[in-house]
């Protein structure tokens, strides 16, 4: 489905009352979203203009059960993308907590339905993932990681890994991975290693695995390796290692140059 439609834009971003029928409705709600979708790429700086338009999308489709029906779930997965992708428009800086969180009931009703599909498991990981973001921004703000934030703005850890054969990607013991910050980025991520990993295995049993959805498990179980003490750390880092392995051996499929130097640094420690 094109994310782009002729709405006008000073017409599409104010608030509707949507007293229509709802195949008008479920219109009216597609050329709202595809003008988040233009926003979030075109023009994020100006997102408030447009919260409550948003909101107002929101409502009709929960008015009119939209995510009830199972078929229409092309529909609700674009819908669902678009909304989401606007909540998080800046997601280092925190989200727009009621439509981030509505995006994960809304991936959540869906899920009951059809409870391995790849695409509605892959949304709910990336809802996690990317509400992660701004606590692990913060880490590094408050606390002076090492760490950085690259490229798809997850918290990396090259260089404060140790060069040891039985340490893989392993920072120092740092009594900080108690602290308060660290246990919401774990509260975080781990639903993101938990709906990625599930994803991945649907993928794998139906025979349609891509190198995006590899990578992106990957991403989630570094992310969480970066938070978690010793010894749990090495397990993140080390599954995070064959993901990505096994993206890097599809062909036509290359690894970003983050992930690159991550495995290239840290492969050789995982058998």
Known sequence: MSRH????????HQSRSFDQEPEDLVEQ??????LLYEVVTSCPHEWETYVPSARSAMTALDRIHFFRDPQRYDEQVWMLHGIQDFAY?????????????????????????????????????RNWLQRSQATLARIHREEGSDSSSQGSG????????????????SPPSDPRRQGPLYVEARGYLQP?????????????????????????????????GNV??????????SHAIRYLRRAEGIPGYTLSIYLQQYL?????YVS
């Open 228 to 237: 978690t003490g010793p010894p749990g750390d090495e397990r993140h880092f």
């Open 29 to 34: 709600v597609k050329s709202i979203v595809t």
């Open 89 to 125: 428009h800046d997601a280092d800086s925190g989200c727009i907590r009621d439509m981030a969180e509505w995006c994960q009931a809304a991936w959540l009703r869906i899920l009951r339905n059809n409870p391995e599909n790849v695409e509605t498991l892959t949304g709910l990981g």
């Open 154 to 169: 997850h918290l990396f850890d090259f260089d404060t890994a140790q060069d040891s054969d039985d340490d893989i990607a």
């Open 5 to 12: 439609s002729g709405s006008s834009r000073q017409r599409s």
């Open 264 to 268: 290239n640094d840290y492969g050789r």
């Open 192 to 224: 993101a290693v938990d709906f990625y990993g599930r994803a991945v295995r649907s993928a794998d049993t139906l025979g349609s695995t891509t190198g995006d959805l590899l990578a992106l498990a990957a991403e989630s179980q570094m992310s969480l």
